[in-house]
């Protein structure tokens, strides 16, 4: 560190104030240096310094920078004197390195050494010390696949991802990525554990987990490294690149520098060869500085030599891990301070010294004697340094704890030390048990060591003579070796000593902190014996640490150590991946479990059978990869419980021996199955026994051969012996109605074979797989081969296949543990309820099998449970193998009959059948369905409907699966496409259904609710499934349950006994868990009815035959009500003959109370049988039926298959729900009327539920019926068809505000009302006053089949048309407002209506429900609006007044105005109020030669002038002063016509008004005149100095202009003068034009202003406002005529010959913008609004000012507030006129700007989209290409260029752009297709051109080949094009290649080209040649230019 004398005695002031960011580089933490900040600079970087200040400097500068170069010369001769003679300063008394370049540097040093301070205590490396940027040395604690585990200093650890060991390796994972054949290098190949490397910190985690992450690449590491800082010696962290031939090419890190290592500087490494992306720590070999190349060498001696002070500069070369010699300069209290290399301080933490316990009195360390030591950790932010002098740590090689392992257990240990913190102890005795292990790995390794010894080929001779030769090399090479110092040696033995010390100590000490002591042992004093376990091994810092908790000492399970294969172990499940399970065996210790292993079948889902944080009793290991630190374990339970020895060695298997493991692999080509066993252990079984073999399955085989040193095994299947023969006898004792388990063997078409272990072969046919019919061939379909099954009954023998059959039914299995399935007939009584399964049908009914042979017959009386069905086809509904529930009906020794009708539901097996059905089905799901996400009780947004039906609505793909919500479910009828929200109600998961509610009712429900088993509730019926109801519990926050409804097997319908919306009690059964749901049981007798004290339900009474014979029909009996029921009464009329009364039959017509009030139990009554059917017996009581004659019934009861549309029937009311109300026609039929359909009365159809009563009795009429849904009406029994004028009532379904409401009229029926229907009061937003679900009254407009027009309007409804008044439209009584047709429409109407559509055709605004009016958009407004604008002004819905101006009442068409012209322009007289000789005012429309036609003005009275009564004498003289929009005065003298005829008053106002026209015609036309001079006077001067517009060389232009050199010939000057003087002349000539065009305007302004003052009308302040404009016209002008004056100061100027360049211009231009700019920004400072409401009220008087907008979104935004800054974008951009589009253009970009920051994709687009239609769609592009450019959104760029290239394919620019945006991202490939399509578009003409744009953008982006080649192309083809030889030489001259500059302009000289263009050639020949020539050079272009001249 070198300081210069003169520097520091005569300080430049200038130098004195010049701030170095790096200053603090060179400066060690503590100094305080006095100097000049230069002075503290290293040499070369005051070199630097000087060497700019000579650039600018003075004499005194270079005179101190010459003194300073003298001064370096000696110091270089002296060092090199003291080299030649040998001196050395090495061994100095002070210990400190003073090889120092100078005295000055010595000074400089020594002043620091005296002002640093040590610090009180050594800095200890916690956790809450380190800091991000910190590099430090570590050891490798633990190498995993993805990652290391590395040991800090003090006991900390790190963490090093995989992705941060080098920069190569990074690079081969993102190659494996995407290519799997590219192999990745495991770690361990790269580091092994203790290794100690440099890590640099790069993230520390939370003060909780105190996580510290760090990184090994070099590129973290040397980042603050510069390639001048390298010194030959210094060791650098780096990584191998790439091998080479030679040797390895490394990567350090370091910028422009590159390095090598030859394979001899590699062969000292402890690898043989090493890998790319290995890091290495190597030593600088050598420096080659002209290639920046950097030799390294891994030689041990060199990569832990010691540093001297000349090898480092400052803190940033200062790196970990060198070696020091340092001095103690202060012993701490837990340390040393040290000193090394002269001006570098640090300290040693104790723990470092080597010495425990430190003492600061009693330490060998003093400050006499040096100490080396390692560089531990270097905190670059923070500078300070940390040391360390520990042993293991200064040789650079990895601790040896000796015969201590992690884990170990030492039951005697004595504490030698006592502290605060814990207990230092020395280990003497270990466990027995760690003992023995050691004795046998000893005996291992010694045994191997001895092997070695006989196997070398190498004696210890040779070795030596090999060492010898090696040395004598090393001092032939080496110069200047330096021979062992006395201290060296010193150190050397004290070392030798502390290892010896060591040895003797026997197993060293360990560390017990505080918190690992029991309570009870901290009580312990020194000298006392405890007991301790190894926990910690800190190879960093050579420490071990303990612990005495009892509980922790004797665990089991502490390392791999512990473990052995095949143990059985809890483990517990720590998380499911998609390969296996990750289980914890302790907190520190995990395993894996493959996916085969998890279980003895492979599981689909294993997520759900293994849950995160299960704990899991029993598994076994399998593996044990100690070197990975990788433990495999299985979960089959065939391993774990098989009685087998686990296999883990090859040694240990023998021939015959019976071993037991998994099918691996099965290999192609019939080389046979591969078998794995234990700890890697394989076998294979040959190809001929593999044919049943399936990988994964368990098997048992017998070994046949092995070889244990080449570790193979062959293995067969074919066990034969005493287990067999066990197999055989089992069969034989086989037992029907056992419980058995096995695998499956084999599975045929409809059946599988599963061998078993006690009674060999069984089979299961496929519909014995589950209860459900359905679900059992999915179920078989999914089982394979090898599965294991269980719980396997054994339910019957099958004698021709004389094998077992089994059943896996859970209804079956259940039924035999319960003794509900009888095997023998003894087992049968009458009456109990039995289960079975279908064998057969016969014509007289159902076989229903039981336990072995025993079977019962099912009469079709006992299937019949629905009378309606018909009996041949009732055995259809039963399958072969279905389970059924039955009663027994009647038993004896030789018949069993039995029955399937309704029974009481049996509460256990009921819910148990339906638990099991949910169970299958969850077993069954349907796959690309997302199940997860559609859970029972879950919303569902966005549904689309698919298709509406009669039932319901279907919606489209939900997740995957399908959606189908029923009539009842739905808020509203849905069309096609609608969009809605719904709930799910169920799920059924193998057919991929899904049921939907979009009530609102249901909008909240719960899905864990808190109720208790046993618990009654009342439930709402929202599903009736086939077995079971889905229904919702209102009490409990409408928690969705299912109940089952019927038996398994009985043919019972429940949707004839419970109805949807009903309620119902009901009882929780079962309270669910996770996953599973909610089931409630139903009572006895249960039904969707509300119970009465006297009614009941139960199955329907039948009668049997013998009995029913005896009955007729049609004769009256004597009768007894027996019980009464939802919908009939059970009457007795003999004995055990029971019959039907159906709630119908009682009365004959419907009357106000309840029907079961005329009738009660035990009742006696006269009834009449008026039906037989199916056993059942109808009854009548109604006195018409029983009053006919004997024989006769009347009508037959009602039911579902002789019931007809239109039929009128009496009905019961079952139940009222929300807006339906349920009703029973028949037994087992019932309807539903919807609210409307059944009353007319208003407050009954409100009222349902109050005004409806159970039991209460209506005549209704059929109106649909399909399927089971059946709608009836009761206020409409005659079936009367709508028509127009019906008044009926309706129900609102839906809301728009556009098409108004959609209504149900009834159920089948739905309607429309307009908006103009809804009121006869227009007002806005019309629908707002209603709702779903309202009743409205409505009167029918038009009636069609299927939908019907309707109206809400009053006036409709009393026949009138009214003329209403509205507030919003003050005009509206003046004009009628509602038509009927178009015929009562006429033109010049104003009509009032609501828009219905807005689009490109115009606006259409609805006037009546049948007819609209069109309103073309240049009739939208008197302004010029966009189609965009006009859809916003004019939305859909909105009210709106309109003017007619055309009516077609032919084709109905009507066509209206929109403009307020038009609209509000009401006559203020009428016609009949003109009369003739009075005067009015009229305005010009038009003129037609000698005729003008007028209006009256404020009226749409048209009038007629003729030019003899005009004033003037020439129709052209009138056509000149009567322009249109002219106001005049005339009077009307003939009014009998069409058109008024008048006759001008005031000839003089009128032609006052054309001159004034005139004037500003005039004005505009001397604008353009002089525009018109000025440009062409531009053109000449451009044509002279005509040169390629182009930025690249407008600075070289600019000079060569100011440089001309080339003599001008006398020609050229005569020519020059001759220009100058036709300038002057035009110049003249401009002038006098101006001056007498600005006479005749002051001459015409003092006749307006004369004329006005005479005149004697009043004309409105007309010529006030066209004095204004005159006045501001003439402002204009002079503004205008100043911008002529500059305009042609400028050609004056730029036509003399001391004009200003095109360089200054600009720079003068420039600075007058930025002096504005400068302006604003003072104005906009002074008065800066603050807050929202001055921006506003600064946009009261700015409203058109784009910059106060902008302002006011940059405010809003710098408060968060995004939304208003928006609003505000949105408000601007309608607000600012239009005629102002570059103000409007600001606003849009600055929007654009927020939205592409703030927004997201969806408001992005709408806010380009407007911009596009609102500005010039070219201009928002760019915008957008800018944006996209700024955040580097390069994907999004390149669809924009797109787009852009196909819109605007004919502009170059556009192209241009895209192309530099390909080339910019170096895509040459798509940059040819880009050029070939581009020429396509762009017009020829502009081809060169756009190629030309192409090769200089190849220029820019370094692609200088390419674009050479397309300039050549050009000029080869257009050689006179010079615009593009300008070019090319520009491009050329930046490229730097002087001779093909030279050839190229030698080229242009040559060309024959004009004399102008010529002259620029040489003019740039010349400069190039004086820049870059000679003197013959310079003169050879003169020549040439002389040569040129004279041809």
């Given at each position: 560190m070198a300081v210069d004398k003169e520097s520091t005695k005569e300080k430049n002031p200038k130098e004195e104030k010049k701030k170095e960011s790096t200053e603090e580089d060179y400066l060690p933490r503590g100094t305080s240096i006095k100097e000049s900040k230069e002075d503290a600079l290293p040499t070369k970087k005051r070199k630097e310094i000087v060497q700019i200040e000579n650039l600018f400097g003075g004499e005194e500068v270079k005179k101190k920078a010459q003194v300073e170069k003298e001064n370096r010369i000696k110091e270089r001769k002296k060092q090199k004197e003291q080299k030649e003679k040998g001196e050395e300063d090495d061994e100095e008394d002070d210990g400190v390195d003073d090889n120092i370049q100078d005295e000055d540097e010595r000074e400089v040093n020594q002043f620091i050494r005296m002002q640093t301070k040590a610090p009180e205590k050594a800095k200890r490396l916690d956790y809450f010390s380190l800091s991000t940027g910190t590099i430090l040395l570590c050891s490798v604690h633990q190498i995993n696949d993805l990652g290391m585990v590395l040991?800090?200093?003090?006991?900390?650890?790190?963490?090093?991802?995989?992705?941060?060991?080098?920069?190569?390796?990074?690079?081969?994972?993102?190659?494996?990525?995407?290519?799997?054949?590219?192999?990745?290098?495991?770690?361990?190949?790269?580091?092994?554990?203790?290794?100690?490397?440099?890590?640099?910190?790069?993230?520390?985690?939370?003060?909780?987990?105190?996580?510290?992450?760090?990184?090994?690449?070099?590129?973290?590491?040397?980042?603050?490294?510069?390639?001048?800082s390298i010194r030959v010696g210094v060791q650098i962290d780096a990584h191998i690149k790439s091998v080479e031939e030679k040797g390895y090419t490394v990567s350090t890190g370091i910028e422009n520098s590159k390095a090598f290592l030859n394979f001899d500087?590699?062969?000292?490494?402890?690898?043989?060869?090493?890998?790319?992306?290995?890091?290495?720590?190597?030593?600088?070999?050598?420096?080659?500085?002209?290639?920046?190349?950097?030799?390294?060498?891994?030689?041990?001696?060199?990569?832990?030599?010691?540093?001297?002070?000349?090898?480092?500069?400052?803190?940033?070369?200062?790196?970990?891990?060198?070696?020091?010699?340092?001095?103690?300069?202060?012993?701490?209290?837990?340390?040393?301070?040290?000193?090394?290399?002269?001006?570098?301080?640090?300290?040693?933490?104790?723990?470092?010294?080597?010495?425990?316990?430190?003492?600061?009195?009693?330490?060998?360390?003093?400050?006499?004697?040096?100490?080396?030591?390692?560089?531990?950790?270097?905190?670059?932010?923070?500078?300070?340094?940390?040391?360390?002098?520990?042993?293991?740590?200064?040789?650079?090689?990895?601790?040896?704890?000796?015969?201590?392992?992690f884990g170990d257990v030492f039951d005697e240990a004595i504490i030698e030390s006592k502290s605060k913190a814990g207990f230092l102890v020395r280990l003497v005795k270990k466990h027995s048990r760690h003992a023995k292990e050691e004795e046998v790995e000893a005996e291992e390794e010694s045994e191997a060591e001895e092997k070695d010894d006989e196997e070398s080929g190498e004696s210890e001779e040779e070795e030596e003579e090999k060492e010898e030769e090696d040395s004598s090399d090393e001092m032939e090479v080496s110069e200047n070796k330096e021979e062992k110092s006395e201290e060296d040696e010193e150190e050397e033995e004290n070392e030798e000593g502390e290892e010896e010390g060591s040895e003797e100590k026997g197993f060293g000490t360990a560390f017990i902190p505080l918190k690992n002591i029991e309570l009870v042992d901290q009580s312990k004093n020194k000298g006392d014996k405890v007991r301790c376990r190894i926990v910690t091994l800190n190879r960093t810092d050579g420490s071990l640490f303990g612990t005495m908790i009892n509980k922790i000492i004797d665990q089991p399970l502490l390392s791999l150590t512990d473990l052995e294969v095949g143990a059985i172990i809890p483990v517990r499940v720590e998380s499911v991946k998609p390969k296996g399970l990750i289980v914890s065996l302790t907190t520190s210790l995990k395993a894996f479990c493959p996916l085969h292993h998890m279980s003895d079948i492979i599981l689909q889902d294993p997520s759900k059978k293994f849950k995160v944080g299960t704990q899991i009793s029993r598994a076994k290991v399998l593996n044990i990869q100690n070197d990975k630190k990788k433990v495999t374990i299985t979960l089959k339970p065939s391993l774990i419980n098989s009685k087998y020895e686990p296999l883990a060695n090859y040694g240990d298997a023998s021939e015959n021996q019976i071993v037991q493991g998994v099918i691996a692999a099965i290999l192609d080509k019939n080389r046979g199955t591969i078998v794995e066993f234990y700890n890697g252990v394989k076998g294979l079984i040959p190809s001929s026994e593999s044919a049943d073999l399936e990988v994964g399955n368990t098997i048992k085989c017998k070994v046949t051969k092995v070889d244990a040193g080449r570790k193979r095994m062959s293995l067969t299947t074919s066990l034969k012996g005493d287990l067999q023969k066990k197999k055989e006898s089992n069969v034989a004792n086989q037992s029907i109605g056992q419980f058995v388990s096995g695998i499956v063997s084999k599975i045929n078409t409809k059946s599988i074979v599963v061998q078993t272990k006690k009674m060999g072969e069984v089979i299961i046919s496929d519909q014995h797989f589950s209860d459900y019919s359905t679900y059992s061939p999915i179920l078989k379909s999914n089982t394979k081969k090898g599965d294991p099954l269980s719980n396997i009954l054994l339910i019957a023998f099958d004698s021709k296949q004389n094998m077992l059959v089994g059943t896996l039914k859970p209804c079956l299995i259940d039924a035999k543990k319960n003794g509900d399935l009888p095997f023998e007939r003894k087992e049968v009584v009458q009456g109990k309820t039995i289960f079975g399964y279908v064998r057969g049908t016969r014509d007289n009914g159902l076989i229903v099998g039981f336990g072995g042979e025993l079977r019962g017959l099912v009469p079709l009386s006992g299937l019949m449970a629905d009378k309606t069905k018909e009996a041949e086809n009732i055995l259809e509904r039963y399958r072969k193998g279905q389970t059924v529930t039955c009663s027994v009906s009647f038993v004896s020794d030789d018949s069993l009959s039995l029955s399937l009708l309704p029974v009481h539901l049996s509460k256990s097996y009921a819910l148990k059948s339906l638990q099991n059905h949910f169970k299958e089905e969850d077993l069954l799901v349907k796959e690309g369905i997302e199940w997860n996400k559609l859970k029972i009780g879950t919303r569902v947004k966005n549904l689309i409907v698919d298709s509406s039906r009669v039932y319901g609505a279907t919606f489209k793909d939900i997740k995957g699966a399908k959606g189908i919500a029923l009539s009842h479910q739905l808020e509203e009828k849905l069309d096609e496409k609608d969009k809605v929200e719904g709930l799910i109600l169920d799920v059924d998961r193998v057919k991929g259904v899904i049921d939907i509610s979009t009530k609102k009712d249901l909008e909240t429900v719960e899905r864990s609710p808190k109720v208790s088993e046993g618990k009654e509730v009342k439930a709402v019926i929202q599903l009736v499934k086939e077995s079971y109801l889905v229904v919702t519990l209102s009490e409990f926050n409408n928690a969705i349950a299912f109940a089952p409804t019927k038996e398994l097997g009985a043919s019972l319908d429940a949707h004839n006994y419970y109805f949807l919306g009903s309620t119902i009690k009901a009882t929780v059964s079962s309270v669910p868990k996770a996953g599973e749901r909610l089931l409630l049981s139903l009572p006895k007798g249960s039904s969707a009815n509300k119970e009465k004290k006297n009614k009941t339900s139960g199955s329907i009474p039948t009668v049997d035959a013998k009995s029913l014979s005896g009955l007729v029909v049609g004769k009256n009996y004597s009768g007894k009500v027996k019980e009464i029921r939802s919908t009939y009464a059970v009457v007795t009329i003999g004995e055990g003959i029971s019959g039907v009364l159906h709630a119908t039959e009682i009365v004959d017509h419907p009357f106000e109370g309840i029907v079961w009030d005329l009738i009660k139990s035990d009742q006696k009554l006269q009834v009449r049988i008026i039906a037989k059917e199916d056993s059942i017996v109808f009854l009548s009581m109604k006195k018409s039926v029983t009053s006919l004659p004997e024989g006769k019934v009347g009508d037959k009861p009602v039911n579902a298959l002789n019931l007809k549309v239109g039929q009128v029937a009496n009905a019961v009311v079952t139940s009222v729900s929300g807006e339906n109300v349920s009703a029973s026609l028949g037994l087992n039929t019932s309807v539903r009327i919807i609210s409307v359909d059944f009353s007319n009365d208003l407050s009954v159809i409100n009222n349902l539920q109050e005004k409806v009563k159970e039991g209460m009795l209506v005549k209704c009429r059929v109106t649909f019926k399909e399927s089971k849904l059946i709608d009836a009406s009761v206020v409409n029994l005659k079936g009367k068809a709508l028509k127009k004028g019906d008044q009926i009532f309706a129900i609102v379904r839906s809301v728009d505000p556009v098409r108004g409401l959609t209504v149900q009229v009834s159920a089948q029926l739905w309607g429309k009302i307009p908006t103009s229907e809804l009121s006869d009061v227009l007002i806005r937003n019309p629908t707002k006053n209603f709702e779903k679900q309202q009743i409205v009254e409505c009167i029918v407009l038009v009636a069609e089949s299927k939908r019907v027009t309707l109206s809400l309007r009053e006036s409709r409804k009393k026949g009138g048309k009214p003329k209403p008044k509205s507030s919003e439209m003050p005009h509206f009584s003046h004009y009628q407002t509602f038509y009927d047709s178009v015929e009562e429409l006429s033109k010049g109407d104003v009509v009032h209506g609501y828009i219905s559509a807005s689009n490109e055709k115009g606006i259409f605004t609805q006037l009546n429900y049948q007819f609209e009016g069109r309103t073309p958009l240049s009739m939208c407004s008197d302004a010029r609006l966009t189609v965009d604008q006009v859809k916003e002004r004019y939305y859909p819905g909105s009210l709106v007044s309109a003017r007619v101006m055309d009516v077609n009442q032919a084709q109905k068409q009507i066509m209206l105005s929109l403009k307020d012209s038009d609209v509000n322009s009401e006559d203020s007289i009428e016609r009949k109020e003109v009369k003739e000789g009075n005067a009015y005012w009229w305005v010009v429309t038009d003129h037609y030669k000698d005729v003008v036609n007028t209006l009256l003005v404020n009226t749409r009275i048209r009038g007629i002038l003729f030019q003899d009564n005009s004033g003037f004498e020439t129709a052209e003289e009138m056509k000149k002063n009567f322009h249109q929009g002219v106001k005049f005065a005339a009077t009307a003298y003939n009014t009998k016509k069409e058109f008024i005829k008048i006759s001008v008053i005031d000839k003089a106002a009128v032609k006052l008004q054309a001159e004034n026209k005139e004037?500003?015609?005039?004005?505009?036309?001397?604008?353009?005149?002089?525009?018109?001079?000025?440009?062409?006077?531009?053109?000449?001067?451009?044509?002279?100095?005509?040169?390629?517009?182009?930025?690249?060389?407008?600075?070289?232009?600019?000079?060569?202009?100011?440089?001309?050199?080339?003599?001008?010939?006398?020609?050229?000057?005569?020519?020059?003068?001759?220009?100058?003087?036709?300038?002057?002349?035009?110049?003249k000539k401009v002038e006098k034009v101006q001056e007498k065009k600005r006479k005749q305007v002051e001459e015409k302004e003092v006749k307006v202003n004369q004329l006005s003052a005479s005149s004697g009308f009043e004309w409105e302040g007309f010529q006030s406002k066209t004095a204004k404009k005159n006045e501001e016209e003439r402002e204009e002008e002079e503004e205008e005529n100043e911008i002529a004056e500059e305009d042609m100061d400028d050609e004056e100027e730029t036509t003399t010959e001391k004009r200003l360049s095109k360089k200054q211009r600009r720079k003068e231009k420039e600075l007058k913008e930025q002096q504005i700019r400068e302006k604003e920004i003072e104005l906009g400072k002074e008065k800066e609004p603050t807050s929202a409401a001055e921006y506003e009220r600064l946009l009261l008087t700015s409203q058109n000012s784009s910059f106060v907008w902008v302002k006011y979104m940059s405010f809003l935004i710098s408060i968060t507030e995004i939304e208003k800054a928006r609003k505000v974008a949105d408000r601007a951009t309608k607000s600012i006129s239009i005629s102002d589009p570059s103000e409007k253009l600001n606003v849009w970009v600055a929007w654009l700007n927020l939205e592409y920051i703030y927004g997201d994709e969806n408001s992005q687009k709408a806010v380009f989209d407007k911009a596009i239609v609102y500005n010039d769609s070219k201009k928002i592009y760019l915008v957008l290409v800018d944006i996209l450019k700024q955040q580097r959104r390069l994907k999004d760029l390149e669809e924009v260029f797109g787009t852009m290239t196909k819109k605007f394919k004919t502009d170059s620019d556009i192209w241009k752009r895209y192309a530099s945006f390909l080339l910019q991202n170096d895509r040459q490939k798509e940059f040819k297709a880009m050029l070939d399509q581009c020429l396509k578009c762009v017009p020829k003409s502009e081809h060169v051109d756009t190629i030309s744009k192409f090769a200089q953008l190849h220029f820019k982006n370094e692609f200088e080949e390419i674009g050479r080649t397309m300039f050549e192309g050009i000029v080869s083809n257009y050689p006179k094009r010079t615009d593009v030889w300008n070019v090319y030489l520009d491009m050329e001259t930046k490229s730097g290649d002087h001779d093909r500059i030279r050839r190229l302009l030698d080229r242009v000289t040559s060309l024959k080209v004009s004399s102008k263009n010529m002259k620029n050639f040489f003019t740039k020949f010349l400069a190039f040649e004086k820049q870059h020539g000679d003197a013959d050079s310079v003169e050879r272009v003169k020549q040439k230019a002389r040569e040129y001249v004279a041809q």
């Open positions: 040991s800090l200093p003090f006991g900390q650890k790190g963490y090093v991802n995989i992705t941060e060991v080098s920069d190569s390796l990074s690079r081969i994972l993102e190659k494996s990525a995407k290519d799997e054949d590219i192999s990745i290098p495991s770690l361990s190949e790269f580091f092994k554990e203790g290794q100690i490397v440099r890590a640099i910190i790069v993230k520390l985690g939370t003060a909780e987990d105190k996580r510290v992450d760090l990184s090994l690449k070099s590129s973290r590491l040397n980042e603050k490294l510069r390639f001048d500087d590699a062969k000292n490494s402890e690898q043989k060869k090493l890998k790319v992306g290995q890091p290495i720590y190597a030593a600088v070999k050598d420096i080659k500085e002209s290639t920046k190349m950097i030799f390294l060498t891994l030689d041990p001696k060199k990569t832990n030599a010691r540093i001297k002070s000349d090898q480092v500069l400052n803190l940033s070369t200062l790196r970990p891990g060198m070696l020091v010699k340092t001095k103690v300069n202060t012993i701490l209290e837990n340390g040393l301070f040290v000193l090394f290399m002269d001006y570098f301080a640090g300290t040693i933490e104790s723990t470092h010294t080597g010495e425990f316990p430190f003492s600061k009195k009693t330490t060998q360390y003093s400050t006499e004697k040096p100490l080396v030591a390692k560089i531990l950790s270097i905190d670059y932010r923070e500078k300070v340094i940390s040391l360390s002098a520990l042993p293991h740590i200064v040789k650079g090689t990895p601790y040896n704890f000796g015969q201590v392992k004037d500003k015609k005039e004005k505009a036309d001397l604008a353009q005149e002089r525009e018109a001079l000025v440009e062409s006077a531009k053109k000449r001067k451009l044509d002279e100095e005509k040169r390629p517009k182009r930025e690249e060389q407008k600075e070289e232009e600019d000079d060569e202009e100011e440089e001309e050199e080339v003599v001008e010939t006398k020609p050229a000057k005569k020519q020059k003068k001759e220009e100058k003087k036709e300038e002057k002349k035009e110049e």
